[in-house]
């Protein structure tokens, strides 16, 4: 049974009513329409700002590239609030480890086939992490994803995305707790133990 459910999208209160393709959205870029200080990103195809960060958000993001860049994973690529490309969305996660090095995308962003986790930091937009990115991420085949969920203090890591279907949802839900460690799964294997509690402000 899938755990998360398809609903209306809750960012489509904030959006233009017109939705635009991923090819209109990086047209929209190159001739200016938008530029670096519009902190907006294509969901669903819809034009979306994103929410401003707080503290302990940016705590939670600073610790975890900390900890990544330490492991030193040998072909993969840490990437911070960086754009991933996907059939209708180009959300940008607050962290993405993308098979690669830092020539791999100088052309373009990462795509579904290149990802191996993609990481949200969740207080204010847990809701829309849980039920519209994790529809959008499991319909693109994003193998896991991480919720660092501030509000419960805790760690969802989803599997099993169910790819494109009538109601695209991970299978599976697991919750990490202060005192628990993560695995960091790339490619179906054990890269690392990453503790909770290293992570949470």
């Known amino acids: 049974m899938s755990v998360m459910s398809s609903m209306p999208p809750t960012f489509i209160r904030q959006s233009a009513f017109r939705r635009f393709s991923v090819d209109e959205y990086h047209k929209m870029i190159q001739s200016g329409i938008l530029n670096e200080d519009d ?38 690529e840490v990437r911070i609030q960086c754009a991933i490309t996907l059939a209708d969305s180009e959300p940008e996660p607050d962290i993405t480890l993308a098979r690669g090095d830092d020539h791999t995308f100088v052309h373009r962003h990462p795509g579904p086939d290149d990802i191996g986790t993609l990481i949200e930091v969740a207080d204010s937009t847990l809701d829309s992490d849980r039920v519209d990115k994790g529809r959008i991420f499991a319909r693109a085949r994003i193998p896991i994803y991480w919720i660092v969920n501030l509000v419960d203090r805790q760690i969802e890591v989803y599997t099993q995305p169910s790819g494109p279907n009538d109601a695209p949802a991970y299978g599976h839900r697991q919750d990490y707790r202060a005192g628990d460690v993560v695995p960091l799964i790339l490619d179906g294997q054990q890269a690392a133990l990453i503790s909770v509690a290293e992570i949470l402000p």
Do not use: A, C, I, Q
């Not at 669903?44 to 590239?65: A, C, F, I, Q």
């Open 39 to 76: 902190n907006v990103e294509l969901l669903e195809g819809y034009v979306v700002e994103k929410m401003s960060r707080n503290p302990p958000h940016d705590v939670s993001l600073t610790r975890m590239n900390k900890r990544f860049v330490r492991l030193s994973l040998v072909g993969w």
